[in-house]
């Protein structure tokens, strides 16, 4: 009876799992089958998702949606989800490219019934470490998240995928694991401060560890998050993971996963330990900022676009990192806007990588030039997409990029006049790119009868770019969903009691600006 | 004392009569009709079970109890009994490819779970070492069961004589507390331990020393490992399951009991050296485990890491390593023995492949075999939401708790080495192409039951673990 009611969560999240559970009943043979059925189950998924939308009250910051049922009731640990404005337009943005991701696969040919298996199951695992409230639930949905992605790095990548994949595992669960330890941590002292044995996070935040405790903790839970997003210098897995998965993994890649890291910080690094936050926040900035300029400078040299694409990851997340670290609306604002913004536009820059490789068997920028002709829809497509990427007014990058550097030139300019260096290097290589790819004359004439899109390619596209464009020029009902939400985050942060020095300063120049 | 409470036997003697019965039917059956030994053993194994569930909440003892039933003895007596059975199944078709003979194999391992049995429920040093004997000597003579096999052989030899080594240190470290308190009785032991010493305490203290040490041979525990890799390569497939399982959670169960219970004044003392043992047990045996070629060597390895986790919970002590302890040795035995099930389906008539090599492509040539042994790995390296990571996740915790919170953080970073060897098989079996190398796996319906039976636990204590939790805790401190 619960279990269908209006804009319910666990039937999200449960949605893709029957999909998989159907998916085993369909014969091997049957790939249109298979195929429909994924389709069919993460469509299900992001109208489920549009309905948990409109029953999303915009006015409130608090958890919305809430759900709650004991799961080892002697240890307080409990199945608790529950949405916000901050989680809300990250699952959204997950339900919106699965089907998108499912309709790129269809180049894929081997052990077709196994790999829509693993989309789907990776689809959960991600939906639940956006929604999960509770450490313990939210811990086994970011490990469950691993497995479906190293069997598609694994089974259906390039030619270095067993090394990438476990390059993959490795470095997440490196950092996973302090971060287990750290939760199993967390909730000891809790129990011991309040007598109460739980793993929920909304009673954590009311939690005040002295700050040496904080810092250990912190840090356990930031390398975890820091690999996934991936902070500079923890980034090296990202480009072998990318290069080397399949396009469809490419894209949940970038657009999902990476999403997972900044949004640990958002809701579980920052808000558990805001004294510790505020005093790593100098240190994190720098390295945002290192990561933003050394990404651009990397993703300049790549003889590979979709490698190019991989550090242009890690330049334009850097931003998200610096949104996210100053501590103010604005800059928050921008760092989640800015998610959803890299989420789609380096989406659909690697889904069409993945498009022009399936015509071309190659990515080597060299081996292109003069796509115009030939592919019109595809260079006009491209051309669109790398636009917003680079952040042109009326176009999504823009209004993330313009609101992280608002928000962070008023706490730390220097920081951020070198951040918007890395705006003007990222412009550089997209446009250096576009340049050989798409102008000039044809210089292979492998290239002159290459087909342009067909229609599913058109069909997958085309939402995205719809958005990119909604989002740049209309950006206000998802602000305003997301405030609230941002507004109760940064009050968490900014009344902890007594900072250290360095911190107050931080905290001083964001109030004494009136906090918005 | 005069007459005697035979209930508290009731368990091992229904294995025991089982044993006999085999033995005895096997002399009348023809070749062909040897199958039906193994039904029998299981049904055996069945009943007792049932017997322990029917006598689940008992608090009782035999022959001034010196053999206790209580829900601890009876909670480990449903893992060896659970493990059995599941080695039965996984070895029927093995046993006959081997030409093992089927009427010893079937009748050693009831006998060895009647020794497990008895060191579970011993309340005497004199019984605990009985049922260790009992247990021992039949599972050196599985070991050597396969007669045509050289390493076999070797592999029993060792076993014994490393065997006979930590029999000595017990016996030893028996008769210096005995020295010490004048009893075997470990009531009386305990009790003898509050009141002020009389006797040199160095005999007491060499004693248990010399226990700890017999302890740390049998778990294999770093650096009294040195047995496990060879002769847990050298046995049959299934006899290795059986090992690593059973013959450690005995071990285990009796170091519980004893050390960690009834000689709990030693805790602190053993603290130091324990730390540090599970320290290089954890370490050694992950780190060696990544550089083996063999998988059956690498699982040799990695229980030695296992032991490890498991001593951590030890260090916890009482209060709270107690039911992770219990906790962990359930979901090790399911996920172990069913990885054990699929590398002994990969014997056929001239060898049994055991190499990662093996393994090659078999993902997609045996899907459900191959997607159970990639979840037996994954539960094994620790990922949510399996058996092994809720053991850890206890086990972890307990550490925390108990103020260890290094412990737990050297765990974790050996969890982390583990991930590497294990996903090595699930690259075999998935990434890497097989083509004539991967051997066929035979379509054994029992041992299809083995694995299933075992993806089941696996999966059920990962998500589930509710009820078994408060079942191991209800167990441990059942201990008087």
């Known amino acids: 009876m619960l279990a269908f009611a209006s804009g319910n969560l666990t039937l999200l999240l449960a949605v893709p799992v029957i999909g998989a559970a159907v998916l085993m009943l369909i014969p091997r043979r049957n790939t249109q089958g298979l195929f429909a059925c994924a389709l069919v189950f993460t469509s299900l998924a992001f109208l489920w998702s549009l309905n948990i939308l409109f029953q999303f009250d915009a006015t409130q910051g608090e958890m919305q949606l809430v759900e709650r049922v004991p799961w080892m009731r002697f240890y307080g640990i409990q199945y608790l989800v529950g949405i ?16 998108i991701a499912i309709l790129a696969s269809w180049s894929v040919q081997a052990r077709i019934k196994e790999y829509l298996f693993f989309m789907l199951v990776l689809e959960t695992g991600m939906l639940g470490a956006f929604v999960a409230l509770d450490l313990f639930l939210f811990y086994v949905f970011w490990e469950v998240m691993l497995v479906p992605m190293y069997f598609l790095i694994g089974v259906w990548g390039g030619t270095r995928r067993i090394y990438a994949a476990i390059k993959f595992v490795l470095y997440t669960m490196a950092g996973s694991l302090l971060m287990l330890v750290a939760i199993i941590y967390l909730a000891t002292r809790h129990a011991q401060l309040t007598q109460v044995l739980t793993f929920d996070v909304l009673q954590f935040y009311n939690l005040q560890l002295p700050f040496h405790e904080q810092v250990w903790l912190f840090l356990a839970f930031a390398l975890s998050f820091a690999i996934k997003v991936p902070l500079f210098p923890f980034h090296t897995w990202l480009p072998d993971a990318h290069v080397e998965a399949p396009t469809a993994g490419s894209v949940i890649l970038a657009a999902i996963l990476l999403k997972l890291g900044t949004y640990g910080f958002v809701r579980f690094a920052i808000p558990l330990f805001p004294a510790a936050a505020l005093a790593a926040a100098p240190i994190i900035i720098a390295l945002a900022v290192v990561g933003i300029i050394y990404g651009a400078l990397v993703a300049m040299m790549q003889p590979d676009i979709k490698k190019l694409v991989a550090y242009s990851s890690v330049s334009h997340l850097g931003f998200v990192m610096l949104g996210l670290f100053v501590f103010n609306l604005q800059g928050t604002q921008g760092g989640i806007y800015q998610m959803l913004n890299h989420g789609l536009s380096t989406g659909a820059l690697f889904l069409l990588v993945g498009m022009i490789y399936d015509r071309r068997h190659t990515r080597i920028i060299e081996d292109f030039g003069g796509l115009w002709k030939p592919l019109p829809i595809f260079s006009a497509l491209l051309l669109v997409v790398t636009f917003s990427s680079i952040g042109l007014p009326g176009l999504n990058g823009f209004v993330g990029e313009f609101l992280i550097l608002l928000g962070a030139f008023r706490v730390t300019p220097v920081w951020t006049a070198a951040a ?4 003007i290097l990222g412009a550089i290589y997209m446009l250096w790119m576009l340049r050989r790819v798409i102008f000039g004359p044809i210089s292979h004439s492998e290239n002159q009868t290459l087909q342009d899109l067909n229609g599913r390619e058109i069909l997958i596209l085309a939402p995205v770019v719809a958005l990119i464009v909604l989002l740049g020029i209309y950006p206000q009902p998802f602000l305003s969903r997301m405030t609230p939400s941002i507004d109760l985050a940064l009050k968490r942060v900014l009344t902890v009691q007594g900072p250290p020095a360095t911190v107050s300063h931080l905290a001083d120049r964001n109030t004494s600006h009136g906090g918005r | 004392m005069a007459d005697v409470n035979l209930l508290p036997l009731l368990p091992a003697t229904q294995v025991l009569l089982t044993a006999l019965v085999v ?12 199958g039906l030994l193994a039904w029998l053993s299981l049904l055996g194994l069945a009943l007792c079970g049932v017997e322990t569930v029917l006598l689940w909440g008992s608090q009782d003892g035999a022959f001034g109890d010196t053999l206790l039933l209580d829900n601890f003895a009876l909670f480990f007596t449903q893992i060896f009994v ?3 059975a599941l080695t039965i199944l996984a070895s029927i078709h093995y046993v006959r490819d081997a030409k093992i003979y089927e009427g010893e194999f079937y009748a050693l391992i009831l006998f060895a779970t009647v020794g497990m049995i008895v060191m579970a429920a011993a309340n005497d040093l004199i019984v605990f070492f009985l049922g260790l004997e009992t247990m021992s000597v039949a599972v050196y003579v599985l070991t050597g069961m396969w007669r045509s096999n050289s390493r076999s052989s070797e592999a029993a030899m060792k076993y014994f004589l490393m065997g006979a080594f930590a029999t000595g240190f017990l016996l030893y470290g028996i008769a210096l507390i005995y020295g010490a308190t004048g009893s075997t009785h470990l009531s009386e032991i305990s009790a003898s331990l509050l009141e002020p010493m009389t006797e040199s305490p160095l005999y007491l203290a060499g004693g248990v020393l010399l226990l700890w040490v017999g302890f740390a041979f049998k778990v294999g525990a770093v650096p009294f490992h040195f047995w496990i890799p060879d002769v847990y390569e050298g ?13 450690k959670a005995a071990a285990f169960a009796a170091w519980a009991r004893i050390l960690m219970h009834k000689l709990s004044p030693f805790d602190s003392d053993l603290a130091g050296p324990l730390w540090l043992m599970a320290i290089a047990t954890m370490t050694l045996g992950n780190l060696l485990a990544l550089s083996q070629p063999s998988v059956k060597r690498m699982l040799a390895y990695s229980s030695i890491a296992h032991a490890g986790y498991l001593l951590i919970a030890l260090i916890a002590g009482e209060e709270w390593g107690g039911p ?17 099930a699929v590398l002994a389906s990969l014997m056929d008539e001239n060898s049994a492949g ?3 090599s093996d393994f090659a492509g078999l993902g997609f040539k045996r899907p459900f075999l191959a997607a159970a042994m990639a979840l037996f790995m994954l539960s094994l390296a620790g990922f949510p939401p399996l058996a092994g990571f809720t053991g850890k996740f206890y086990i972890f915790r307990s550490a925390v708790l108990a103020g260890h919170t290094n412990l737990a953080v050297i765990g974790v970073l050996n969890s982390l080495l583990s991930v590497i060897y294990y996903l090595r098989v699930i690259v075999a079996m998935y990434m890497e192409e097989g083509g004539v190398k991967g051997k066929s796996f035979r379509q054994s319906p029992y041992l299809y039951i083995a694995v299933a039976l075992s993806l089941l636990g696996t999966v059920y204590l ?6 078994a939790l408060e079942w191991s805790r209800i167990s441990f401190f059942a201990l008087d």
């Open chain 1, 84 to 99: 916000d404005g901050i989680s809300l337009f990250l699952v959204l943005l997950t339900t919106f490219l699965m089907p």
């Open chain 1, 420 to 423: 918007a260096t890395g705006v």
């Open chain 2, 23 to 34: 033995m005895l039917l096997d002399l009348f059956l023809k070749e062909k009709e040897k």
């Open chain 2, 82 to 84: 659970g493990a059995a």
């Open chain 2, 235 to 247: 046995a049959p497939t299934p006899v290795t399951g059986f090992m690593s399982v059973a013959v």
């Open chain 2, 324 to 340: 992770p302890l219990l906790f962990y040795l359930v979901t090790y035995t399911v996920m172990t023995a069913g990885a054990f």
């Open chain 2, 354 to 356: 055991e190499n990662y």
């Open chain 2, 462 to 467: 990962g998500v589930i673990p509710a009820k």
